[in-house]
């Protein structure tokens, strides 16, 4: 358990850091907001870029692996979107709660824990993982908060908007041209892979001291936003990584270490892109901001169970 809680640490100390900052005074009320927009518009574009600029075909190739964790993501996030939605929830947050509860935070969890209890034969899984995560689920996410922001009713003018609207977002666009580069075996020169790795490198520190900025602003909250939030973890949490470990033991038959891998990367608690999109399009983020807080403090539990009665542990 130690371990676990040695790994996930450092996040909890970023967003401690912004939540002091602000409440100190160091930082002013339009900090968050400010901080969010530099991950969507550099950090994190830059981060994406580079994941699908330097991953092979090889690396990638796991097609049974592929499936048991990419169902698994789209399956949480399709049921939550439907669910919210049918409910009072606007199609915009619908999709930002759809990814509180299938978001994992394969980038900034996921490769240490899986370094630190399956070895470096892991990463390349992992990468598929956050590749997923990242670039699939948070395209599908933006094409859905896009469209449901869109008030035009024909379906070829809101087409022609949402396109117009996708192809600026630099989140989408970004890792486009980073597998177009990859596929060009083009040789990157070593200053430009450098810029591309400090300003990703930002993308992570820089979300997590954004949300602890949020959590320090004072503000109304009700009740229904805080069974929503418990609701979106334990989606999270346990039915996330119930729905993969279905499909990798019981639908595809994963080798064992592989399908452990897997359901421990879907149990990884909810990563801050959720808290970024919330941001970024201006929609309430109390909600998921608590989901991000509270999914990764009961992660240090729900995975430390798991590892320890499926032995993994001792790997």
């Given at each position: 358990?130690?371990?676990?809680?040695?790994?996930?640490?450092?996040?909890?100390?970023?967003?401690?850091?912004?939540?002091?900052?602000?409440?100190?005074?160091?930082?002013?009320?339009?900090?968050?907001?400010?901080?969010?927009?530099?991950?969507?518009?550099?950090?994190?574009?830059?981060?994406?870029?580079?994941?699908?600029?330097?991953?092979?075909?090889?690396?990638?190739?796991?097609?049974?692996?592929?499936?048991?964790?990419?169902?698994?993501?789209?399956?949480?996030?399709?049921?939550?979107?439907?669910?919210?939605?049918?409910?009072?929830?606007?199609?915009?947050?619908?999709?930002?709660?759809?990814?509180?509860a299938a978001y994992a935070n394969t980038g900034f969890i996921g490769f240490p824990l899986g370094?630190?209890?399956?070895?470096?034969?892991?990463?390349?899984?992992?990468?598929?993982?956050?590749?997923?995560?990242?670039?699939?689920?948070?395209?599908?996410?933006?094409?859905?908060?896009?469209?449901?922001?869109?008030?035009?009713r024909r379906p070829a003018h809101l087409l022609l908007k949402v396109g117009r609207s996708l192809?600026?977002?630099?989140?989408?666009?970004?890792?486009?041209?980073?597998?177009?580069?990859?596929?060009?075996?083009?040789?990157?020169?070593?200053?430009?892979?450098?810029?591309?790795?400090?300003?990703?490198?930002?993308?992570?520190?820089?979300?997590?001291?954004?949300?602890?900025?949020?959590?320090?602003?004072?503000?109304?909250?009700?009740?229904?936003?805080?069974?929503?939030?418990?609701?979106?973890?334990?989606?999270?949490?346990?039915?996330?990584?119930?729905?993969?470990?279905?499909?990798?033991?019981?639908?595809?038959?994963?080798?064992?270490?592989?399908?452990?891998?897997?359901?421990?990367?879907?149990?990884?608690?909810?990563?801050?892109?959720?808290?970024?999109?919330?941001?970024?399009?201006?929609?309430?983020?109390?909600?998921?901001?608590?989901?991000?807080?509270?999914?990764?403090?009961?992660?240090?539990?729900?995975?430390?169970?798991?590892?320890?009665?499926?032995?993994?542990h001792t790997s």
């Open positions: 358990m130690v371990s676990t809680i040695l790994v996930i640490l450092p996040i909890f100390a970023l967003i401690l850091a912004g939540y002091l900052c602000r409440k100190l005074g160091v930082l002013g009320p339009r900090s968050s907001p400010e901080l969010n927009r530099f991950v969507v518009y550099l950090a994190l574009p830059a981060l994406l870029f580079d994941i699908m600029a330097h991953t092979t075909e090889q690396q990638i190739y796991q097609p049974a692996f592929v499936a048991v964790f990419g169902l698994g993501c789209l399956t949480v996030f399709a049921a939550t979107v439907i669910l919210r939605w049918r409910g009072t929830r606007h199609l915009a947050d619908a999709s930002i709660d759809g990814l509180n370094l630190l209890v399956f070895g470096r034969d892991s990463l390349s899984a992992v990468t598929i993982a956050a590749i997923l995560t990242v670039c699939v689920l948070f395209a599908i996410a933006i094409i859905l908060i896009e469209s449901g922001l869109q008030a035009e192809s600026r977002n630099p989140l989408l666009v970004a890792p486009i041209l980073g597998a177009l580069f990859a596929a060009s075996s083009a040789t990157m020169p070593s200053s430009v892979e450098t810029f591309f790795k400090l300003l990703g490198g930002a993308a992570s520190p820089c979300a997590l001291v954004a949300l602890g900025l949020f959590i320090a602003e004072k503000r109304d909250s009700s009740a229904t936003q805080g069974q929503s939030s418990w609701l979106l973890v334990g989606l999270k949490l346990i039915v996330h990584p119930a729905v993969t470990w279905v499909l990798a033991f019981k639908v595809f038959s994963l080798p064992a270490t592989l399908g452990h891998l897997a359901v421990v990367l879907a149990a990884l608690p909810t990563g801050t892109g959720p808290f970024m999109l919330a941001e970024f399009y201006e929609r309430e983020a109390v909600v998921t901001s608590r989901a991000i807080l509270v999914s990764t403090i009961g992660s240090v539990f729900t995975l430390t169970l798991y590892l320890y009665f499926t032995g993994m």
